[in-house]
T-cell receptor, first 112, second 114 residues
């Protein structure tokens, strides 16, 4: 039973395309996150939702739009993909804000 | 604003030797501190955390860390490392500002050599 799952695991696409990454957690957690990890392994938070409400929105281009249809799901849609968007994107969840985060396996996005 | 500094970007060590990975943080309020490990091609997983109470925290895989409020540090230690400990290690801090956001350090690559 995977606690935090992401699909797809790999995503290769052309510049200018629109793509989505899906995340689901079966832990019953209230808070979910999206992180971007670059090629140097630096990890930066992008968004956080608590009970389907957006609570953290870092300085991220508005081409990135998160959507949380329910507490168990947090999807990330990216419009007009650019080369600099290539990275590994991690979804995570936690029982409450400030608490331990449980990470998904990551989605490796490559923009050509 | 909170911040985290991991003082060593790479730590090479021989198998069965002790290791210390250093982490300093900055925050004006009370903090929660975490160490996460990331094995190659995987997501992060929790090693240990400090929320309150005893300043010496024990985690999984024989790791421990000590919270030092006066030095604003949370260094990670293991008395004897294994090849399987080779991974990326991240220190993180969260406080009760900014919706409890966690700020991660830049990571330390631990390489254990035979």
């Amino acid at each position: 039973d995977t606690a935090v799952s992401q699909t797809p695991k790999y995503l290769v696409t052309q510049m200018g395309n629109d793509k989505s990454i899906k995340c689901e957690q079966n832990l019953g957690h209230d808070t979910m996150y999206w992180y971007k990890q670059d090629s140097k392994k630096f990890l930066k938070i992008m968004f956080s939702y608590n009970n389907k409400e957006l609570i953290i929105n870092e300085t991220v281009p508005n081409r990135f739009s998160p959507k949380s249809p329910d507490k168990a799901h947090l999807n990330l849609h990216i419009n007009s993909l650019e080369l600099g968007d290539s990275a590994v994107y991690f979804c995570a969840s936690s029982p409450r804000q400030r608490d331990t985060q449980y990470f998904g396996p990551g989605t490796r996005l490559t923009v050509l | 604003a909170q911040s985290v500094t991991q003082l060593d970007s790479q730590v090479p060590v021989f198998e069965e030797a002790p290791v210390e990975l250093r982490c300093n943080y900055s925050s004006s309020v009370s903090v929660y501190l975490f160490w996460y490990v990331q094995y190659p091609n995987q997501g992060l997983q929790l090693l240990l955390k400090y929320l309150s109470g005893s300043t010496l925290v024990k985690g999984i895989n024989g790791f421990e860390a000590e919270f030092n409020k006066s030095q604003t540090s949370f260094h990670l230690r293991k008395p004897s490392v294994h090849i399987s400990d080779t991974a990326e290690y991240f220190c993180a801090v969260s406080d009760n500002t900014n919706a409890g956001k966690s700020t991660f350090g830049d990571g330390t690559t631990l390489t254990v050599k035979p």
